[in-house]
């Protein structure tokens, strides 16, 4: 089986492509940034981009194969995800990479805007000794006001209270207490924080609701002298307002690492003032920021390409910071899903997730969505993945819902699925023991049961009596069937019970009609589940 095929448009560090050669085809196309990528993407299962190249609905429509869209950095402003997310695509980004160097970055340009270091050192070089001239202020017991308090956010207030910084913060995403935890003030709005702010730092992603988000009527509010500094995204300080800000002297100044259009033209009148320090985009570019950027988005383009859950795939539920506890259950949810669709005697219309124990503390839906994908993946012949699976059962009416109690008698983790279907229900539940060997079917239908889930499993409900194990041991083995394990479930002797059993090859039809005749089975389930 050839290799998949990973297209590259935009630099990778050397460690990054390193991963990613060791079993894909990788081809670094340096030139499809600009333009032809419509063209080229038609025989490739992956991409892997920067912020110069254009993923547009456009594109991906053309690409036939792609699975996964892999941006090397934060922002996704040149990837149309809601395009990719409808052809099930994956969209995944690195935003814990580059988080110590655009925070580090933040602190620069705040002291070089403070200090008028860049005006005083092109002075010197020019031959002129003007200590007068460059005269700054001390960031010491200045109010430095934060807008969007995340990952770089808080690192910059961590920096910012090293200089004895008074910090406030703007964020309806975080609780006040979380604020006060990190010795920052939260204000109730945006109109608040401007109005007592020496300096203002941006920390939000570009998106409609933050585009334009600091205009003419917010730097009106600020402090006259007051500072600005943006590191994240351009076009969330409106630049003309800020032209306008800065030629009246209501400002003292600007330090900016992005704008709206980049690269930025020289005719841009923002690059005239002096007191404006500028850099082109360089929050991320640090050796260390490059090298783990590589490294994680490769990381993730393999896992995806695997057909695994990818953390920071920004295009499915819960798809950022995912817990240990949870990850380690996705593999066994999917494989729940597709023994609840198997056991079915007809179609799903409604799935119940229940989590029971230290799981019901978490956050799960990633874990029903990874049941849903194993659920499905006997009943659709489309592409399926962890992005579109949600929406493929939207489409066919299938109903889902998610149970938690943190009470559990018998499991510390305990995760049931439960279908509604036309000729009744149907259960089946799992959990993880990991001095047995991990992964474990504790429950079926309504019988208590403790085996390991398997490629090639089979079921028989029956009425308990003598020889029955035997008899489908003997029916195996003279098909030439080995047996991996056998599992009996009962509530009481004489009454029904089920036996599962894992093969280490699939059972043929008329093996398992035989069986079903000789031990008079009213329920009979073979499964095969997906590799």
């Given at each position: 089986?050839?290799?998949?095929?990973?297209?590259?448009?935009?630099?990778l560090?050397?460690?990054?492509?390193?991963?990613?050669?060791?079993?894909?085809?990788v081809?670094?196309?340096?030139?499809?940034?600009?333009?032809?990528?419509?063209?080229?993407?038609?025989?490739?299962?992956?991409?892997?981009?920067?912020?110069?190249?254009?993923?547009?609905a456009?594109?991906?429509?053309?690409?036939?194969?792609?699975?996964?869209?892999?941006?090397?950095?934060?922002?996704?402003?040149?990837?149309d995800?809601?395009?990719?997310?409808?052809?099930?695509?994956?969209?995944?980004?690195?935003?814990?990479?580059?988080?110590?160097?655009?925070?580090?970055?933040?602190?620069?340009?705040?002291?070089?805007?403070?200090?008028?270091?860049?005006?005083?050192?092109?002075?010197?070089?020019?031959?002129?000794?003007?200590?007068g001239?460059?005269q700054?202020?001390?960031?010491?017991?200045?109010?430095?006001?934060?807008?969007?308090?995340?990952?770089?956010?808080v690192?910059?207030?961590?920096?910012?209270?090293?200089?004895?910084?008074?910090?406030?913060?703007?964020?309806?995403?975080?609780?006040?207490?979380?604020?006060?935890?990190?010795?920052?003030?939260?204000?109730p709005?945006?109109?608040?924080?401007?109005?007592?702010?020496?300096?203002v730092?941006?920390?939000?992603?570009?998106?409609?609701?933050?585009?334009?988000?600091?205009?003419?009527?917010?730097?009106?509010?600020?402090?006259?002298?007051?500072?600005?500094?943006?590191?994240?995204?351009?076009?969330?300080?409106?630049?003309?307002?800020?032209?306008?800000?800065?030629?009246?002297?209501?400002?003292?100044?600007?330090?900016?690492?992005?704008?709206?259009?980049?690269?930025?033209?020289?005719?841009?009148?923002?690059?005239?003032?002096?007191?404006?320090?500028?850099?082109?985009?360089?929050?991320?570019?640090?050796?260390?920021?490059?090298?783990?950027?590589?490294?994680?988005?490769?990381?993730?383009?393999?896992?995806?390409?695997?057909?695994?859950?990818?953390?920071?795939?920004?295009?499915?539920?819960?798809?950022?910071?995912?817990?240990?506890?949870?990850?380690?259950?996705?593999?066994?949810?999917?494989?729940?899903?597709?023994?609840?669709?198997?056991?079915?005697?007809?179609?799903?219309?409604?799935l119940?997730?229940?989590?029971?124990?230290?799981?019901?503390?978490q956050?799960?839906r990633?874990?029903?969505?990874?049941?849903?994908?194993?659920?499905?993946?006997?009943?659709?012949?489309?592409?399926?993945s962890f992005?579109?699976?949600?929406?493929?059962?939207?489409?066919?009416?299938?109903?889902?819902?998610?149970?938690?109690?943190?009470q559990?008698?018998?499991?510390?983790?305990?995760?049931?699925?439960?279908?509604?279907?036309?000729?009744?229900?149907?259960?089946?539940?799992?959990?993880?023991?990991?001095?047995?060997?991990?992964?474990?079917?504790?429950?079926?239908?309504?019988?208590d049961?403790?085996?390991?889930?398997?490629?090639?499993?089979?079921?028989?409900?029956?009425?308990?009596?003598?020889?029955?194990?035997?008899?489908?041991?003997?029916?195996?083995?003279?098909?030439?069937?080995n047996?991996?394990?056998?599992?009996?479930?009962?509530?009481e002797?004489?009454?029904l019970?089920?036996?599962?059993?894992?093969?280490?090859s699939?059972?043929?039809?008329?093996?398992?009609?035989?069986?079903?005749?000789?031990?008079?089975?009213?329920?009979?389930?073979?499964?095969?589940?997906?590799?």
């Amino acid at each position: 089986m050839d290799p998949m095929r990973v297209l590259v448009t935009e630099p990778l560090s050397d460690s990054g492509l390193e991963i990613l050669r060791r079993d894909l085809d990788v081809a670094v196309r340096p030139d499809l940034a600009e333009s032809g990528l419509s063209d080229a993407i038609a025989g490739f299962d992956g991409l892997i981009v920067r912020s110069q190249t254009k993923v547009t609905a456009e594109v991906l429509d053309r690409a036939e194969r792609l699975k996964v869209v892999g941006r090397a950095g934060i922002g996704l402003d040149n990837v149309d995800v809601d395009a990719a997310t409808r052809r099930g695509i994956l969209v995944v980004n690195a935003p814990q990479s580059n988080i110590v160097s655009a925070a580090e970055h933040t602190i620069a340009l705040l002291l070089a805007q403070a200090r008028n270091i860049p005006q005083a050192h092109a002075a010197l070089k020019a031959g002129t000794w003007e200590r007068g001239t460059f005269q700054g202020v001390e960031l010491n017991g200045k109010t430095l006001g934060i807008v969007g308090l995340g990952r770089v956010g808080v690192m910059v207030a961590q920096r910012a209270a090293a200089f004895g910084m008074r910090l406030v913060a703007f964020d309806p995403y975080v609780s006040r207490e979380r604020a006060k935890a990190l010795g920052v003030e939260l204000m109730p709005n945006l109109e608040a924080l401007l109005v007592q702010s020496d300096f203002v730092t941006v920390h939000l992603p570009r998106s409609p609701e933050t585009e334009g988000l600091i205009g003419e009527r917010e730097l009106a509010l600020m402090k006259p002298g007051a500072r600005i500094v943006n590191t994240a995204r351009g076009g969330i300080v409106d630049e003309r307002a800020l032209v306008n800000a800065l030629r009246d002297g209501k400002l003292g100044g600007a330090a900016l690492d992005v704008f709206a259009q980049e690269p930025v033209p020289q005719a841009n009148p923002l690059l005239v003032f002096d007191n404006v320090v500028v850099t082109p985009h360089l929050g991320a570019s640090t050796r260390e920021a490059q090298d783990k950027t590589g490294t994680a988005i490769a990381e993730m383009v393999r896992l995806a390409l695997r057909g695994e859950f990818v953390s920071y795939a920004v295009n499915v539920p819960a798809g950022g910071d995912v817990s240990e506890v949870v990850r380690s259950f996705l593999p066994l949810a999917e494989k729940l899903g597709a023994i609840l669709t198997g056991l079915a005697d007809q179609a799903v219309q409604r799935l119940e997730a229940e989590y029971v124990g230290q799981l019901a503390e978490q956050d799960t839906r990633i874990l029903t969505v990874a049941a849903l994908k194993g659920a499905l993946a006997r009943v659709v012949d489309e592409p399926l993945s962890f992005v579109n699976a949600s929406v493929i059962a939207q489409e066919r009416g299938i109903g889902v819902a998610e149970r938690k109690s943190a009470q559990s008698k018998d499991y510390v983790n305990l995760m049931t699925l439960r279908a509604e279907t036309e000729a009744g229900d149907v259960a089946v539940a799992g959990t993880l023991v990991a001095k047995r060997g991990g992964e474990r079917i504790v429950q079926v239908y309504d019988f208590d049961v403790d085996m390991e889930p398997a490629r090639y499993m089979a079921f028989f409900l029956y009425e308990d009596r003598p020889g029955v194990i035997g008899r489908v041991g003997t029916l195996l083995g003279k098909a030439d069937v080995n047996i991996a394990s056998m599992e009996v479930g009962r509530k009481e002797a004489g009454g029904l019970a089920l036996m599962g059993v894992t093969v280490d090859s699939p059972i043929p039809s008329a093996v398992l009609a035989k069986i079903e005749k000789a031990i008079g089975a009213q329920r009979m389930r073979s499964l095969v589940l997906p590799r």
